[in-house]
Every structure is written in C-alpha cells, then in structure tokens.
C-alpha cells in the first residue's frame, strides 16, 4: 500500500513539477554564489532547466486554477494552504523571476523541443499507468483514467497557442 501511494504522489504533475523547480532555483542559487559577476550570463544548460521549470510551473498554476480549483478533496487528503503554494504562489514566484532576475540568457526555438520532451512522456505515462494503478480510496483498478485523459488533454492546450486553449474547453 506504501509504495502505490508514494507512486501515486509522485506521479502528479504538480509535484514533480514542483520539484523541478525547487530543483532549479537551488542549482540557480549555487551558480549565483560561485560566480558574483552579474554581466556573466548563465550557463545554457541552466537556462533551458530555468526555462522548463518555469513552463511546468506555469502550467501547473493555469491548469488548477482554471479547472481545478473548485474540486473537493477528502478530508485529511491536502493541507488547505498547501495548494496554495503549489499552484499559486510558486508558479507566480518563477514568472517573476524570469523576467525580474539578472543573467538571463536568450534561448533558440531548439529549447522548445527539450522543455516540451518532459510534459509528453509524463502524458503517455499517465495514460499507459492510469488503468494500471488501485485507487487507494476504493481498492479497485482503473479508477483514475478518464481523469488524467481529461487532465491530459487540457494540459496539452495549454502548450499549444493561446488561440488553441481558450477555444478548447475541457
């Protein structure tokens, strides 16, 4: 039972989005104390997992609000300001950063195809996973697919073009 429901946690976008990004602002900051001139820019490698971070984030920040924010969850499930902080106040930490912190690096187009990598194997893992898994509240398989094909879905508008996402309604 430990181990499915530390997959099951570990599993959602958010979370790992989070760690992402914890990730990369603790690498930033390390960066930032070894190399005290601020007209340095910062490595590229650094900048393009600055950049995925900051889009997983973001992404995190507009799927919840949009779709999610309204749903219930079982009691004793989240902390009420843990949510918070996942899908609000991180997501607007890290656009702040990007535009507000110094040694910014430009990116190619060629960053969007590593930034984009990630989110599509999460999705072909959600769906391969979802009618795999128990859902621990009822004990029985295949509880969570149509959910996460939903999820899925509207994350992957969200990555498209504005024009795309506010015409598809999940």
Same mark, same amino acid.
């Given at each position: 039972m430990v181990p499915t429901?530390?997959?099951?946690?570990?599993?959602?976008?958010?979370?790992?989005?989070?760690?992402?990004?914890?990730?990369?602002?603790?690498?930033?900051?390390?960066l930032l104390l070894r190399t005290r001139d601020l007209t340095v820019p910062e490595p590229r490698w650094?900048?393009?997992l600055l950049a995925a971070a900051t889009t997983y984030m973001l992404t995190t920040g507009i799927v919840y609000n949009t779709l999610l924010?309204?749903?219930?969850?079982?009691?004793?499930a989240t902390v009420p300001w843990s949510n918070e902080v996942l899908h609000v106040i991180a997501p607007v930490y890290l656009a702040i950063d990007l535009f507000v912190a110094p040694r910014r690096r430009r990116l190619g187009w060629g960053a969007?195809?590593?930034?984009? %990598?990630? =989110? $599509?194997?999460?999705a072909v893992y959600t769906l391969v996973r979802g009618p795999l898994i128990t859902a621990p509240s009822r004990a029985t398989?295949? %509880?969570? =697919? $149509?959910?996460?094909?939903?999820?899925?879905r509207c994350r992957?508008?969200?990555?498209?073009?504005?024009?795309?996402?506010?015409?598809?309604?999940?």
């Open positions: 429901a530390a997959a099951n946690f570990f599993s959602f976008f958010t979370i790992q989005s989070n760690l992402i990004a914890c990730a990369a602002l603790l690498i930033g900051g390390v650094f900048a393009v924010r309204g749903i219930e969850l079982p009691q004793g969007i195809l590593i930034i984009v %990598g990630y =989110p $599509i194997v999460w398989r295949g %509880g969570i =697919p $149509i959910r996460s094909s939903i999820r899925t992957a508008g969200t990555w498209a073009s504005p024009a795309t996402s506010s015409e598809s309604r999940c």
